[in-house]
């Protein structure tokens, strides 16, 4: 089966919810929202492309580096590439019910080890949805990383000893889900979190900790003194404030104070293996990628999503090939030039 072949078949169970555009630039979904656009205007979706499309590469094929290595490690998981699957939620309501919570989670955790890498799980508006996660995870020896919305406090603390329960490699928070218009409509309070109270989590666990949703210099370095493991640049998809800046505009300065000290990962409008090399130059160690995992899995199931893996690297040995990168552990920012503003 070719990408091709997974899109359309996506494209006819996802109807009404996603169009499985050729171009998968948040334009045709706008404040669809649920469903899988941008909120508001889309602006947010659309700038996470935009500041990706402002960087060009700088072609040269006169380097030593015949072989490139995609190989990443990752809370001691070696990994075919440094890209995983994103936490998302929603099959019902934001993908149309084609595929139950139980099955799509499955089929990231599966689909994701097929190619090497790992899938992360995600929560959400039905309590029940991060137990979806959690047993895919468990199903698969805890080769998974389960994702928390910001609830309370409390309630954090209970759902990290299900993820250390489940026997997962880290567990984490997707802070900025305290916008989630969705949590709201169901009745399920998630409220922004004071620094003491990061602390707090990270403390709570001996798993990695990781924060999800982080766009500033400021939040990485609370972050980092907080005793984050790992932070993820992301503005979630462009799902919960309009108007953001994209994540690699913001994504050089935070790499620039923190690099090498907490591990960095972006989230943001990635569709391609060019994508992945552009974040990585921009200071990232790894990249997770989002809405072309709902149309793998809707396609083909897991190993609709082992083929959008498998494609991707392919596209990134190619760009490492052409731009003279030897190791996706050493990409150097002067591969790139920006041209314009995004």
């Known amino acids: 089966m070719t990408w091709e072949e997974v899109r359309q078949k996506a494209r006819e169970k996802l109807k009404g919810y996603c169009r499985v555009c050729s171009s998968c630039n948040g334009v045709a979904c706008a404040g669809e929202v649920p469903g899988m656009g941008g909120i508001g205007t889309g602006s947010s979706f659309i700038s996470n492309i935009k500041a990706l499309e402002a960087y060009k590469f700088n072609l040269t094929a006169i380097h030593n580096f015949k072989k490139p290595s995609t190989d990443f490690?990752?809370?001691?998981?070696?990994?075919?590439?440094?890209?995983?699957?994103?936490?998302?939620?929603?099959?019902?309501?934001?993908?149309?019910?084609?595929?139950?919570?139980?099955?799509?989670?499955?089929?990231?955790?599966?689909?994701?080890?097929?190619a090497k890498t790992l899938g992360w799980t995600g929560d959400g508006a039905d309590p029940l949805m991060?137990?979806?996660?959690?047993?895919?995870?468990?199903?698969?020896?805890?080769?998974?990383?389960?994702?928390i919305k910001p609830r309370s406090q409390e309630e954090i603390v209970k759902k990290i000893r299900m993820a250390e329960e489940a026997g997962a490699l880290a567990v984490g928070m997707d802070i900025d889900g305290a916008g989630l218009?969705?949590?709201?409509?169901?009745?399920?309070?998630?409220?922004p979190k004071t620094p003491k109270e990061i602390e707090e989590l990270v403390k709570a666990t001996e798993l990695p900790f990781i924060l999800k949703g982080i766009m500033t210099v400021k939040d990485a370095e609370i972050a980092y003194n907080c005793g984050v493991a790992c932070i993820?640049?992301?503005?979630?998809g462009g799902r919960?404030?309009?108007?953001?800046?994209?994540?690699?505009?913001?994504?050089?300065?935070?790499?620039f104070r923190l690099k090498g000290k907490i591990t960095i990962l972006a989230d943001g409008g990635v569709r391609s293996g060019a994508d992945v090399l552009k974040l990585l130059a921009l200071g990232a160690d790894g990249?997770?990628?989002?809405?072309?995992?709902?149309?793998a899995v809707f396609g083909a199931g897991r190993d609709g999503l082992r083929i959008l893996f498998e494609k991707i690297q392919k596209e990134l040995i190619q760009c490492m090939?052409?731009?003279?990168?030897?190791?996706?552990?050493?990409?150097?920012?002067?591969?790139?030039?920006?041209?314009?503003?995004?």
């Open 73 to 114: 490690q990752f809370l001691g998981q070696e990994l075919a590439l440094p890209v995983m699957a994103a936490p998302i939620t929603g099959a019902s309501y934001n993908m149309g019910g084609a595929l139950t919570e139980d099955q799509y989670t499955e089929e990231v955790i599966a689909g994701s080890l097929l």
């Open 130 to 147: 991060y137990n979806s996660g959690l047993q895919a995870i468990k199903n698969h020896q805890g080769k998974g990383i389960p994702i």
């Open 181 to 191: 218009i969705i949590m709201a409509m169901k009745g399920q309070p998630v409220e």
């Open 232 to 236: 993820v640049v992301s503005n979630h």
């Open 240 to 255: 919960v404030l309009d108007h953001t800046l994209g994540v690699a505009e913001v994504l050089p300065e935070i790499a």
């Open 287 to 295: 990249v997770l990628i989002g809405r072309p995992v709902v149309t």
């Open 321 to 342: 090939l052409l731009t003279g990168v030897g190791s996706v552990k050493d990409v150097p920012s002067h591969i790139l030039r920006k041209t314009h503003t995004s």
